[in-house]
């Protein structure tokens, strides 16, 4: 007893433990031992040190004498085993079928593929086992970071040579607000595709059978085509917004900015944190020797590279890639499962038949949220419809309140916005719904076929349901396969949640709190020059802003062609009187864009973290980013769409909502046994019912409180209080590339004298109205096909029979294949039609300006008589590399026209 009675007598009382539970034992008290003896000695040694300093000494001899790794692997208890009672829930020898049927007994090639799992003493396969080398995940990484930083530098060198975009903190963020609709459809779909699309899609399929993988794809496709009505509102309300915070602040002031702020916030941090979980634990699942800690900065290294090197335009490109390799993937998957080309003998199916014959002898568990008579081939399942209910209430606040959708919707011109996200969303639905159709149901096969789950619960919860179907049927080539899935999904939806994040700190936090340009700027004056747009009542005589557009100001073309000029890394600086504070105020936020990019892509390293050492799953995150924000949903809705809308209105929404719905939430959590103690509090919280009231409050309360506080605080409504409302929200404009500029060719006008010159509201909606009206048909039309005309016609059908599953499963696959043709031909098919016609077009420009040049007619800084620089010469000149040649030629022009007015000047005196 080591010279210690108290300690031996202990002992003496484990004998009856026996064999190595007592060796266990006695190894583990010797080490209390050695600790305590040595501690007994240091304490007597150190009489008079601080005790900060012994408490210091202490804790390293723990460290030493501690036999943990020091990694997250210490907080893990991994189940190696699955008990005979668990799996005797699933295992059957006859077929799960509609009652009144003659009960029948499975296919003689279930009962093969059962004998020969068990052939030879062959012990039941459990969990994913971790096959790929460190070496080659970690060439993987840099392969993927090295063609996306290509990528991004290919974005930024089209967008400077050929559109001549200028490289400022608007074009960073908005893409230069001409994308087609092919590549924001295709960002919309990589943007929705997180790690969780592919992975917890899987886990619910494996739970509820056929119903999980619909209730995924159609509980959150709905809200990406719902999104295209806030589109067109936001570019008939707000043209020049670059972030739906700065319509909420321009419309309800500072104190209500600040609280969606915090919304939106919470909103990037649950969405980094679900493809943070997601991807770490698939990746440290198939790698071997990859540590989580490595893992997370290896995801946030390749997000961070080519987002800072493009921008929001370089995730445009490197979307489609993404997207393009995703769906390829998929069908590479499919075809394995559902066709088997290659006769792999590791694959017990091949066809929908084989698919069906094992699904259809493996039940689903009796269980208070199970599914009728036991069948994963049936729509009827409990569970299955309360996640569609918690998905769709869930991704309503993802959506709404997530800036980076808000950020493609400012990134596209209006038509072309509406029809992306109305052609993403479709397109986006076959991921889920064919992934999840594929894997989850593969994976209820592959554990018929060996008679017992291959994932224990925790596992499955997780998301390994997919990775594990891979690594089985494609073996190494699947490993790689779901690598480069995750690898895609994270490098997406991160990077469009990283430049989500720095707009939001640069437009709304820096910009309007901590460096605003003029702090002083009060509501409808103008940003240069502090004199209002617009007559103001009882101030009809004052004087009104007559600051010019940058299109027509003259010092502003000499600045732009002298920066071109200077090869410095320095440029000159601006000489404009009018517009030079501001144009360096910009230069000054650009800096700090892309700090906030660095900072913003670093922090989700901790983050990632703390997530897996407090043991959050997947599916407790999917599950509460509803109650958090989904009352935040209603409000924003409002203030894009209703001039009623109050700032004590959309307050109490917000706040009400989701106050209400953390009460019922944890109170309903708080009935399970255990109740909320620490030891029971993530998987009682975790629960479907509590999940499903607290989502449907939190949605519910902040609808209700939203709108009836804003009818008590503003029952009269007039023309003229509506007229003011929208007129705060389209002074948010930008004066050196103002919204009226970019919208011209839709809105059929003119340059304007001054920046501020637009059209009325009246001109805007009517010229917006097609484009207003396909967004409400395609919402009205789909909400009604995927929650209320496709789930009811299946719950026509008890249990799916064979030729019932074959029809389900062709339409997800049939699904898919068009979904790839479409997202893989359109946006390339657009986008080199759109660079070959600028190419086309710049070059009539540059034949028309030497025309003009030879004919003698053309003068610097005015071409055509009325003061206007062309829009070539103007975007050219601000390009801040340009060639040679075109150096050249200003200059030549410049020389020439100088010594003709030296000329005309000396003749005149």
């Given at each position: 007893s080591f010279g210690c009675p108290e300690l031996g007598s202990y002992l003496l009382g484990l004998k009856s433990v026996g064999g190595l539970e007592f060796v266990w034992e006695l190894y583990c008290f010797s080490k209390l031992k050695a600790i305590l003896k040595q501690t007994e000695e240091l304490l007597w040694n150190t009489m008079g040190v601080p005790n900060f300093c012994k408490t210091g000494l202490i804790l390293i001899l723990i460290v030493i004498q501690c036999d943990a790794k020091g990694d997250f692997e210490d907080f893990e208890h991994p189940e190696t085993s699955i008990s005979p009672e668990r799996i005797a829930q699933f295992y059957t020898e006859t077929l799960v079928q509609s009652a009144g049927k003659e009960e029948q007994r499975c296919s003689e090639n279930v009962f093969k593929a059962r004998a020969r799992a068990k052939a030879n003493g062959k012990k039941p396969s459990l969990g994913v086992q971790p096959t790929v080398g460190l070496g080659a995940a970690l060439l993987i990484f840099l392969g993927v970071g090295i063609f996306a930083v290509g990528i991004a530098q290919a974005f930024q060198m089209v967008r400077k040579h050929v559109y001549h975009d200028a490289d400022n903190l608007d074009t960073a963020f908005d893409a230069g607000g001409k994308v087609s609709i092919g590549l924001t459809a295709t960002t919309i779909v990589s943007q929705w595709t997180w790690s969780a699309t592919l992975l917890q899609s899987s886990t619910v399929a494996s739970k509820y059978g056929i119903s999980g993988p619909y209730w995924y794809a159609g509980g959150a496709t709905i809200q990406i085509i719902i999104f295209s009505i806030l589109s067109i509102m936001l570019k008939t309300r707000a043209p020049g917004a670059k972030t739906f915070l700065q319509v909420i602040k321009a419309r309800f002031g500072s104190r209500t900015h600040l609280v969606f702020c915090t919304f939106a916030f919470f909103t990037n941090l649950i969405v980094m944190m679900s493809l943070t979980i997601a991807g770490t634990a698939v990746l440290n699942s198939l790698v071997a020797d990859l540590s989580p800690e490595l893992a997370a900065m290896l995801l946030a290294s390749v997000i961070g590279g080519y987002t800072l090197i493009?921008?929001?335009?370089?995730?445009?490109?490197?979307?489609?890639?993404?997207?393009?390799?995703?769906?390829?993937?998929?069908?590479?998957?499919?075809?394995?499962?559902?066709?088997?080309?290659?006769?792999?003998?590791?694959?017990?199916?091949?066809?929908?038949?084989?698919?069906?014959?094992?699904?259809?002898?493996?039940?689903?568990?009796?269980?208070?949220?199970?599914?009728?008579?036991?069948?994963?081939?049936?729509?009827?399942?409990?569970?299955?419809?309360?996640?569609?209910?918690?998905?769709?209430?869930?991704?309503?606040?993802?959506?709404?309140?997530?800036?980076?959708?808000?950020?493609?919707s400012v990134a596209a011109k209006p038509l072309q916005g509406v029809w992306g996200f109305i052609s993403g969303g479709l397109t986006w639905f076959a991921i889920p719904f064919t992934l999840a159709t594929t894997m989850g149901l593969a994976y209820l096969g592959l554990s018929s076929a060996q008679g017992s789950p291959l994932l224990t619960e925790e596992d499955v919860m997780k998301g390994l349901a997919a990775p594990l179907v891979a690594q089985k049927l494609l073996g190494t080539t699947g490993e790689y396969a779901m690598i480069f899935l995750i690898l895609m999904a994270v490098m997406s939806t991160g990077s469009a949640e990283v430049i989500a994040v720095s707009s939001i700190v640069i437009y709304d936090v820096y910009q309007a709190y901590i460096c605003p340009f003029k702090p002083d700027l009060k509501d409808g004056q103008c940003i240069l020059c502090s004199r209002y747009l617009r007559?103001?009542?009882?101030?009809?005589?004052?004087?009104?802003?007559?600051?010019?557009?940058?299109?027509?100001?003259?010092?502003?073309?000499?600045?732009?062609?002298?920066?071109?000029?200077?090869?410095?890394?320095?440029?000159?600086?601006?000489?404009?009187?009018?517009?030079?504070?501001?144009?360096?105020?910009?230069?000054?936020?650009?800096?700090?864009?892309?700090?906030?990019?660095?900072?913003?892509?670093?922090?989700?390293?901790?983050?990632?973290?703390?997530?897996?050492?407090?043991?959050?799953?997947?599916?407790?995150?999917?599950?509460?980013?509803?109650?958090?924000?989904?009352?935040?949903?209603?409000?924003?809705?409002?203030?894009?769409?209703?001039?009623?809308?109050?700032?004590?209105?959309?307050?109490?929404?917000?706040?009400?909502?989701?106050?209400?719905?953390?009460?019922?939430?944890?109170?309903?959590?708080?009935?399970?046994?255990?109740?909320?103690?620490?030891?029971?509090?993530?998987?009682n919280t975790g629960e479907e019912l509590p999940m499903l009231v607290g989502n449907i409050v939190a949605i519910g309360v902040g609808a209700v409180f939203c709108i009836v506080v804003t009818f008590i605080t503003r029952w009269k409504m007039t023309p003229e209080i509506e007229e003011a409302e929208w007129d705060k929200t389209r002074d948010i404009d930008n004066p050196l590339s103002p919204w009226v500029a970019k919208y011209k060719g839709e809105l059929n006008l003119d340059d304007g004298e001054n920046f501020h010159d637009r059209p009325p509201l009246e001109i805007v909606i009517r010229k917006f109205r097609a484009a207003k009206i396909t967004a409400y048909v395609a919402a009205v039309l789909f909400t009604l096909l995927f929650v209320c005309i496709w789930p009811g016609s299946m719950l026509s059908i008890d249990i799916l029979d064979l030729s019932g599953f074959n029809v389900w499963t062709t339409m997800s696959r049939g699904w898919a294949f068009v979904a790839a043709a479409f997202i893989i031909i359109v946006p390339m098919y657009q986008e080199v039609k759109a660079i070959l016609k600028q190419i086309t077009q710049n070059k009539k420009d540059k034949l028309t300006e030497k025309e003009n040049y030879t004919n003698g007619d053309s003068q610097p800084l005015q071409h055509n008589g009325n003061g206007k620089i062309p829009n070539g010469i103007q975007n050219q000149a601000y390009a801040t590399t340009l060639g040679s040649n075109k150096h050249e030629f200003i200059f030549q022009r410049l020389r020439n026209t100088f010594s003709r007015v030296i000329n005309i000047s000396k003749s005149s005196q």
């Open positions: 493009g921008g929001l335009g370089a995730t445009f490109y490197v979307s489609y890639f993404n997207t393009a390799l995703i769906f390829v993937l998929i069908l590479m998957l499919v075809v394995e499962v559902f066709y088997n080309p290659f006769e792999n003998p590791e694959n017990p199916f091949g066809s929908s038949e084989s698919v069906f014959e094992f699904i259809a002898c493996w039940k689903a568990p009796e269980e208070k949220m199970g599914n009728k008579g036991g069948s994963y081939l049936t729509f009827f399942s409990s569970g299955g419809l309360v996640f569609g209910i918690v998905n769709i209430v869930g991704n309503f606040g993802t959506v709404f309140c997530d800036q980076a959708y808000w950020q493609s007559k103001q009542k009882g101030d009809e005589d004052a004087q009104l802003c007559d600051c010019k557009s940058t299109a027509k100001c003259e010092a502003c073309a000499s600045d732009t062609i002298a920066r071109a000029k200077s090869t410095s890394t320095v440029k000159p600086h601006y000489t404009c009187e009018t517009h030079k504070d501001y144009k360096e105020y910009q230069e000054h936020l650009l800096n700090y864009k892309n700090w906030c990019i660095v900072l913003c892509t670093f922090l989700s390293i901790p983050l990632c973290l703390f997530c897996w050492a407090v043991n959050l799953n997947l599916a407790w995150t999917y599950y509460f980013t509803g109650i958090l924000i989904s009352s935040s949903v209603v409000p924003i809705a409002v203030s894009i769409m209703w001039a009623r809308a109050t700032a004590t209105g959309v307050i109490f929404g917000v706040i009400g909502g989701c106050a209400a719905g953390m009460t019922c939430w944890l109170t309903y959590a708080s009935t399970y046994p255990g109740g909320l103690s620490l030891a029971t509090f993530v998987q």
